[in-house]
């Protein structure tokens, strides 16, 4: 993906803001807080519209201040409206975090949203950023790239749509028939929309989409403005469904580790009622135990796609975490030391392509990574600065705290089968006796979730060793370790409370006992980290000595995770169909296959999923969305001529 070049702050002679790249100013001069009410709220007859909805979508092209969004998000929190707002808005050149914060402050109105706004705002990295506010009531999805080529990713149903690009004259893309043609497919029925242009060309573009256009009075200078009605649409995309009828927002979630936790949270935000099941007497006891992971985001020089998801999910995670009281965490940041030589290289070579911005990743070389660091080390890497490790137990219990009321939890209880029915889903005991019923399943339970089903997912289970840490081993060779280092293994600070080192990685391996051979593997490990650190004579008596943890981690060949309806493969389905198309068991869904980035994966995966279940716009790009569905492996297998999958 194209990098993203950030706004340079500049003022107009009248002290307006001004974009030099598009030789205009970013609102009137009679002032961007009224001309987003008069235009914007009052072109799409806001508030009034969004009262008694459960949920209302806006539609922006053209973030710039944000002022838009703040005057909307002012207004939604004034009318006390009851359901759920939603605010996607896409723009090419997003202000830097400071600069932002300048030219926000003159406005005392917006000051806590604006804050709130400041506190989450993502640097600039291309994709779908998804911001929470007021407890997730109002949501802002930030789509950072060139509109033309983010809009096709988007899924979501607009109830309204705000033109506020440069002018027409000065940024004519954003004003293309292509570009309107994208705006409108995105919309509902009887969407409205306003924009504070009435050139001639957008007219008749959006006339020849179905929209019954009207002038209305305009704001300052403008003597005119533009609303429009969506009466015909022409060729809409395919967007996710209506938000589910009251009655039917209930789930059962199996499984309480990261995965079980984070989908009961975002149903519950968005007001579920959930029935979580768990075998074991608490949460977070299989992967999810280790008392510390590490958190950081995975770079490919190509930007492929795994690294595409990794990076939305990382920033998403980034954001959750620090909004969940009760978390033990540290955003310490995570040194990754090259390989040898030829990775460091690499590593350079990454950083230049990507021109990702410094507060997100940078690469330190040898003596600055060992300054940082206070150790010896073989070589530089990259510093994610954000990066640091979490407490997976903590981060599984604030989850389940924020839950409230809206999730009932049965632990202690394994659940043996689940049964279709006419209403929905039944979880039922080893004996078959009736636990919860519900129109929708969620498998959250790793490698035990094709006990199940009829037709096994492709998973396959990773066992992983951690080894923990006596202070004398890193106290002997040198200062207290602040930061989190990982190469082909991983080490924790101190102030993550215990000091961890691995992890094995032995993929179709279950076996949960202790062996000392790995505890020896995760000191070799440690000495690649920190060179000098464990004396090859000790390995064996230390290795010993040492106490650690096994968990297993869950894995599909493809090494991204299970995100969504499970497939039906008993329906007959040809070689040529789509993911969109292809048959699905209607209310069985996954969550699984996380890996070993489930503190990385988790959180977005369940927005994700919970975005899909109440009909609310995609937090990420369809491809990415398409990449990690369950279906994709049914698709493959029908393509190939078999029915294995």
């Excluded at 150790?375 to 990259?382: D, E, F, I, N, P």
């Excluded at 492709?458 to 202070?471: A, E, H, K, V």
Aim: charged share 20%.
């Amino acid at each position: 993906m194209p990098p993203v070049i950030p706004a340079e702050l500049a003022f107009a002679g009248d002290g307006t803001p001004y974009s030099a790249t598009y030789g205009d100013v970013y609102h009137t001069a009679h002032g961007g807080l009224a001309q987003a009410r008069h235009v914007f709220l009052g072109g799409n007859d806001l508030p009034s519209r969004w009262t008694g909805r459960d949920s209302f979508v806006i539609l922006e092209a053209g973030f710039g201040l944000g002022l838009n969004f703040l005057a909307t998000g002012l207004a939604w929190r004034t009318s006390k409206a009851g359901g759920r707002l939603h605010y996607v808005s896409v723009e090419k050149h997003p202000f830097r975090r400071d600069d932002l914060a300048r030219l926000l402050a003159p406005y005392a109105e917006l000051a806590s949203l604006a804050d709130e706004l400041l506190r989450q705002w993502p640097p600039p990295t291309p994709g779908f950023h998804r911001l929470h506010f007021d407890g997730g009531r109002l949501t802002l999805t930030l789509l950072f790239g060139d509109a033309l080529a983010v809009l096709p990713q988007l899924a979501a149903n607009a109830d309204a749509v705000f033109l506020d690009g440069f002018a027409p004259a000065k940024n004519p893309d954003l004003w293309s028939p292509a570009l309107l043609a994208m705006l409108t497919r995105l919309c509902r029925p009887q969407a409205t929309l306003a924009t504070w242009s009435v050139a001639g060309d957008m007219r008749r573009a959006l006339e020849h989409k179905g929209w019954r256009l009207e002038r209305r009075p305009g704001f300052g200078t403008k003597r005119e403005m533009l609303a429009g009605r969506l009466e015909n649409a022409v060729s809409p995309a395919s967007t996710p469904g209506d938000p589910p009828q009251a009655d039917l927002r209930r789930a059962i979630v199996i499984g309480a580790g990261l995965a079980g936790a984070a989908i009961s949270e975002r149903l519950a935000a968005r007001g579920w009622q959930v029935e979580l099941f768990e075998r074991h007497g608490v949460p977070a006891q299989e992967a999810s135990g280790n008392p510390a992971g590490i958190l950081l985001p995975h770079l490919a020089k190509d930007d492929a796609l795994a690294a595409r998801l990794s990076r939305a999910c990382y920033l998403y995670a980034l954001r959750r975490l620090a909004a969940l009281p009760g978390v033990h965490w540290s955003p310490c940041g995570v040194l990754q030391v090259a390989r040898d030589a030829v990775h460091e290289e690499l590593q350079r070579a990454t950083l230049k392509e990507l021109e990702l911005p410094a507060d997100f990743a940078a690469f330190l070389e040898h003596d600055a990574a060992r300054a940082l660091i206070g150790r010896q080390l073989a070589h530089g890497g990259w510093w994610f600065p954000a990066g640091g490790w979490v407490d997976p137990g903590s981060l599984c219990a604030a989850l389940l705290a924020a839950c409230g009321e809206r999730v009932h939890t049965h632990f202690a209880t394994e659940v043996g089968s689940v049964r279709r029915t006419a209403g929905g889903w039944q979880a039922l005991d080893a004996d078959g006796r009736l636990l919860a019923d519900a129109p929708h399943v969620i498998l959250a339970n790793a490698h035990a979730a094709n006990r199940l089903l009829q037709h096994a997912l492709p998973l396959t289970p990773i066992r992983g060793q951690i080894s923990y840490l006596p202070d004398r081993l890193l106290e002997r060779t040198g200062p207290p370790l602040h930061h989190v280092v990982c190469r082909s293994g991983y080490l924790t600070p101190a102030d993550a409370g215990t000091v961890c080192v691995g992890a094995s990685f032995d993929s179709g391996d279950s076996d949960l006992r202790i062996r000392a051979a790995d505890h020896a593997g995760n000191l070799r490990r440690l000495d690649e980290l920190l060179p000098g650190t464990v004396r090859e004579s000790d390995i064996g008596i230390d290795a010993a000595q040492l106490e650690g943890r096994v968990g297993l981690r869950t894995a599909t060949p493809d090494r991204l995770p299970l995100i969504g309806t499970l497939p039906d493969t008993e329906a007959s389905a040809a070689s040529d169909t789509t993911l969109d198309d292809l048959p699905r068991q209607q209310g069985l869904h996954a969550l699984l296959g996380l890996s070993a980035r489930g503190l990385v994966w988790a959180p977005l995966a369940a927005e994700l999923l919970a975005s899909r279940l109440a009909g609310d716009p995609l937090p990420m790009k369809r491809e990415l969305a398409r990449a990690v569905d369950p279906a994709r492996f049914r698709l493959r297998a029908l393509r190939r001529g078999t029915n294995t999958a």
